[in-house]
């Protein structure tokens, strides 16, 4: 059974911090790249950070500066710190994974965690 499980979403007052967790079970971890979307109602869905199995990093620029994504082979999880949080990243955050994740394919969503900025 292939699973993503994600942990960490809350409510923060702009300006605060939160860090994303993403559990993977019953896929070859380190072999998948993963990545993280984000939806909020009336916006598209949008990817806002991505890791290849290699560490290779790419951010959404309306994030980059402000958050960083990472793996932990050891522990299947992948994770994202989002600093200085703007009441525009208010959104539902998705976990995704994929064999060709680097080319916008994904193999498996996570059930997402909600996020909520306040100004």
């Known amino acids: 059974q292939v699973q993503l499980v994600e942990s960490g979403g809350g409510l923060v007052q702009a300006g605060g911090s939160l860090r994303l967790s993403c559990v993977a079970s019953?896929?070859?971890?380190?072999?998948?790249?993963m990545g993280w979307y984000r939806h909020n109602p009336g916006k598209q869905r949008e990817l806002v950070a991505a890791?290849?199995?290699?560490?290779?990093?790419n951010y959404a620029d309306s994030v980059k500066g402000r958050f960083t994504i990472s793996r932990d082979n050891a522990e299947n999880t992948m994770y994202l710190q989002m600093d200085s949080l703007k009441p525009e990243d208010t959104a539902v955050y998705y976990c995704?994974?994929?064999?060709?994740?680097?080319?916008?394919?994904?193999?498996?969503w996570g059930q997402g965690t909600q996020v909520t900025v306040s100004s």
């Open positions: 995704a994974a994929g064999y060709r994740l680097y080319l916008g394919i994904v193999d498996k």
């Open positions: 019953g896929i070859r971890f380190s072999l998948n790249g």
């Open positions: 890791i290849t199995s290699g560490g290779i990093t």
